[in-house]
Antibody
Framework: QVQLVQSGDEVRKPGASVKVSCEAS????????ITWIRQAPGQGLEWIGW????????NIAPKFQDRVTMTTDASTSTAYMEMRSLRHDDTAVYYC?????????WGRGTMVTVSS | EIVLTQSPATLSVSPGESATLSCRAS??????LAWYQQRRGQSPRLLIY???SRSTGVPARFTGSRSGTEFTLNISRLQSEDFAIYYC?????????FGQGTKVEI
């Protein structure tokens, strides 16, 4: 069965970076893209962007384009999302989800806390 | 970007009753509209895609429909596990956007 296992919770100071991973199993990794979505505490869902696992092409929401990098490692079936210059309002649960949209498979989420 | 407006923000219903949730798009999204259910502490679960198709394993009491830019999720015979927050998503035009959610509570 399809599984997306995300890395553990992280705590960072403002201005720092964080890299969240999403290890996929149960399907051919390069056949589907990976999307990243976040959810601030008590808030709704926000699409960050996606990456095509086959060739690494990305499409990142304008709001995040200057701070987010998405990569994949086909040898380990793992997708990564790195966010730089973290701010307090980046505190959120970060989810990965497998394509195609509208994403029937989701990871359990990684809590990223930005606190001074 | 396309704005999705969900209403009501909160819906109070009793088990066994029906619920009607609305999602209005600020411009056409064609049928590229999905509904998700999120229970407390869990990841979102895909319920409906293509405005009206149920995802695998979703009970028939969940139905989606579209009228222009207005989308509706109907839940009949509410069960205890249906009390959750429901989000709509448009994936017709990037950036893909979600509605702010409707909480279905007892």
């Amino acid at each position: 069965q399809v599984q997306l296992v995300q890395s553990g919770d992280e705590v960072r100071k403002p201005g720092a970076s964080v890299k969240v991973s999403c290890e996929a199993s149960g399907y051919t990794f390069t056949s589907y893209g990976i999307t990243w979505i976040r959810q601030a505490p008590g808030q709704g869902l926000e699409w960050i962007g996606w990456i095509t696992a086959y060739n690494g092409n990305t499409n990142i929401a304008p709001k995040f384009q200057d701070r987010v990098t998405m990569t994949t490692d086909a040898s380990t079936s793992t997708a990564y999302m790195e966010m730089r210059s973290l701010r307090h309002d980046d505190t959120a649960v970060y989810y990965c989800a497998r394509g195609p949209v509208p994403w029937p498979f989701w990871g359990r989420g990684t809590m990223v806390t930005v606190s001074s | 970007e396309i704005v999705l407006t969900q209403s009501p923000a909160t819906l109070s219903v009793s088990p066994g009753e029906s619920a009607t949730l609305s999602c209005r798009a600020s411009q056409s999204v064609s049928d590229s509209l999905a509904w998700y259910q999120q229970r407390r502490g869990q990841s979102p679960r895909l319920l409906i895609y293509g405005a009206s198709s149920r995802s695998t394993g979703v009970p028939a009491r969940f139905t989606g429909s579209r009228s222009g830019t207005e989308f509706t999720l109907n839940i009949s015979r509410l069960q205890s596990e249906d009390f959750a927050i429901y989000y709509c998503l448009q994936h017709n035009t990037r950036p893909w956007t979600f509605g702010q959610g409707t909480k279905v509570e007892i």
